[in-house]
Nanobody, 121 residues
Framework: QVQLVESGGASVQAGGSLRLSCAAS????????VAWFRQRPGKEREFVAS????????SYADSVKGRFTISRDNAKNTVYLQMNSLKPEDTAVYYC??????????????WGQGTQVTVSS
């Protein structure tokens, strides 16, 4: 079992920055793929970014590419999402997820409770 806890969500103005954290406990997830998803008001949950076990391979949704950066510190069992140049359309609940098996991020079994990001214009 892996427990994930997201933090760092806040209300910011457009153009601002936030760093979200996803801390794992229970089992180390240093060898797992980890992803950030978000759910905007009235929308389905969507992929934001993912990072492999070493941090050497990352992937981003087109909507955040160039503005968001995913990283990880396996010694701290934590994955981060640095969000710059935030836009009102980034307003959402952000979730991190993972799975010890090789499945697509949309099929991850372990998810945190989410952290709210609100961007005002």
């Amino acid at each position: 079992q892996v427990q994930l806890v997201e933090s760092g969500g806040a209300s910011v103005q457009a153009g601002g920055s936030l760093r979200l954290s996803c801390a794992a406990s229970g089992r180390t997830f240093s060898s797992y793929l980890v992803a950030w998803f978000r759910q905007r008001p009235g929308k389905e949950r969507e992929f934001v970014a993912s990072i492999n076990w070493s941090g050497g391979v990352t992937s981003y949704a087109d909507s955040v590419k160039g503005r968001f950066t995913i990283s990880r510190d396996n010694a701290k069992n934590t994955v981060y999402l640095q969000m710059n140049s935030l836009k009102p359309e980034d307003t959402a609940v952000y979730y991190c997820g993972t799975d010890p098996t090789l499945v697509a991020p949309s099929r991850f079994r372990y998810w945190g409770q989410g952290t709210q990001v609100t961007v005002s214009s």
